[in-house]
């Protein structure tokens, strides 16, 4: 048997503030979509990414409550350079979102920065050292 990634989801508290925080990451997503309660993006390899509202999973979870704590996922996004690591860095920053860590060069041969969502999930941006 074997399984194949097909979703990426989150839970959002306020579905126009995230999707207007990944159209700022370059992802074009409908603005008519920030009524939605559920929202998905296909990717281009076909990996679908999803955000629901609170309401949507507590209308089959009635008792679910959020995480308070901070990086509940783990997303990171592939630039194609180590500039383009700190030019998204900047783009996104100068909209309001905050920093977490500012680019730098990792020991791990990866130019690597990382930002945090509407919903204060920690984003990783990244790209090949040389």
């Known amino acids: 048997m074997s399984v194949k990634l097909d979703l990426i989801s989150i839970i959002v508290r306020d579905m126009p503030a995230s999707l207007a925080f990944y159209r700022a990451l370059g992802w074009i997503i409908p603005a008519e979509m920030d009524s939605e309660g559920h929202v998905e993006y296909v990717l281009p390899n076909g990996l ?7 309401e949507v999973i507590r209308s089959f979870d009635p ?5 308070d704590g901070p990086h509940r996922i ?4 592939l630039c194609d350079s180590p ?3 700190d030019q998204v860095f900047e783009r996104i920053t100068a ?3 905050a920093a977490h860590k500012a680019p730098f060069d990792a020991f791990w041969g990866q130019r690597y920065a990382q930002v945090i969502d509407p919903d204060h999930n920690v984003i990783d941006l ?3 050292l040389g």
Not at 48 to 54: I, L, Q, V
Not at 63 to 67: A, S, V
Not at 74 to 77: D, E, I, S
């Open 48 to 54: 679908r990414f999803a955000w629901d509202t609170y």
């Open 83 to 85: 500039a383009e690591v």
């Open 126 to 128: 990244f790209a090949l």
């Open 95 to 97: 909209l309001g979102y």
């Open 63 to 67: 008792d679910w409550q959020p995480n």
């Open 74 to 77: 783990g997303v990171a996004f």
